[in-house]
């Protein structure tokens, strides 16, 4: 199934390169060694955890059939509007955030509320519907910062 | 929005007195006088909340579109599938029983796999697919539990 | 117990004013009629939530008994330490945010990174431990901006 | 820190073969090739994740010190209470079910209400304080659980 995460995240614009970039300009104040390939291969490794491949696969799914006007209504109307009290895409950015504990929430939430890089791109495309994608993006960089971090401790075997 | 939640749950077979039921179940060894209307009362309580309603409209359009195979795949596959190890159900359940504070997790735990009443029912039915029902039902009883322990504090002012 | 969480976020140094003034500075783009005024009553409303006094209180007294070495160790140390790897202060954090749903998640990671307002201020005091009081706080406003937000689309009853 | 959480728990009357036992016994209808070793093996690997590891020093450090009234008032008696609403027991298991995704939920649920084994004893002990410890052993159960069911996938690497 890590193919089917890649490649739906791909359709809809967003690159792993994308991701790494955004975990290496979150990271590099606390790590200077850090590289884009390591930043890359972590983005991997998260994408590659079978809850977050879900929620990838749910999330987009979601945004592409209520593009195409397939989701029967209401949610069909909930998912285009992305009304800022449908909470549904952050619950399932939450359950991606939390694969790696309680500390990838402040970048979560920094990077949902920021949009800096690739996620300053994806709201500004016509008739594109981003409202899971957007959480689902910032939620594996958060996953992949938080990845990092706990390897930089070290003392974490993450069995 | 209220309707959509108690319409869409009753389409799927599941009554307000179902829940209601399960409340009254669950809660009557803390408090003896509770009665059927005071916990039907109380589930309507929760089917007001937003996020609640959110929840029930997308977990329910995802059981119905994957029992008709209208979901793209490999969603529908996974929905229909009820894979213990998918998430995605439970991650929305705990969207529901959050509402209340985290007093309902147990409750929500010991439902979703006891599957007492209403939830014993809803698997048995051939070719009908439940994988979100079954965690909304079992959260919107839970999170009633919760709403009626703090209650019957008193102190509380749910504001 | 109300006045419990406030009387121990005066004793940190932080007044109902302070986390008022950031839920305006956050909700003055969405609604630009709010008041200081109506903010201070929101904040009042979620610091009557059971859920948000039992983390204040919690919270709040690790803290305080982290800074005067009255906690068994080592968990005295990673409190005084606020190791960006700890996590029981975002747990926390989460718990107080719930209460008003998945929406107000982005506002919290947004204010825990940030750190605007009476948040900048408390990072710079010598000596004194806000491991968790950073987290409280930013829950606090993040639930105060969800709460304010529910309500401005009028259609919510939060019984 | 791995022995802190092993050593911690085992001060408390709870040795990592209660919880295998517990792992064998709630999954053996799934994987009936299962043993003992190897549930001890996984409630040993989840007991290395740092997630983990905090929420059982912060949890089993509150219970001590309100044993033995050293903690300030209110927090001591919220505690000595085990008061079903205070929630924030809750919040830290589920700190530690997260870890492995929101598959764990239903186990966490059903073993902090239905108490087998181990948690059957540790509510017996008069003077004896085990609210956070409860929820503890109960979400490691689980997340021991949820590990065992990504692994009989085979498909996931955890990396």
Excluded: W
Excluded at 92 to 105: M, P
Excluded at 108 to 126: D, I, S
Excluded at 141 to 157: I, K, M, N, T
């Amino acid at each position: 199934m890590e193919n089917i995460a890649v490649d739906l995240l791909g359709q809809r614009g967003v690159a792993v390169d994308d991701m790494a970039e955004l975990v290496l300009r979150l990271q590099t104040q606390y790590n200077s060694s850090l590289t884009l390939d390591k930043c890359r291969h972590t983005v991997m490794a998260v994408l590659t955890k079978r809850e977050v491949q879900h929620a990838v696969i749910t999330g987009i799914t979601l945004d592409k059939m209520a593009e195409r006007a397939a989701l029967d209504e209401p949610l069909g109307s909930l998912v285009r509007g992305d009304d800022p009290l449908f909470g549904m895409d952050k619950s399932l950015g939450l359950a991606i955030v939390n694969v790696y504990g309680s500390i990838g929430l402040s970048n979560y939430g920094f990077l949902a509320q920021e949009r800096p890089g690739v996620l300053a791109r994806l709201g500004q495309r016509p008739g594109f519907v981003s409202t899971f994608l957007d959480d689902i993006v910032a939620a594996i960089v958060a996953a992949s910062c938080a990845r990092l971090a706990h390897q930089a401790e070290g003392a974490v075997a993450v069995p």
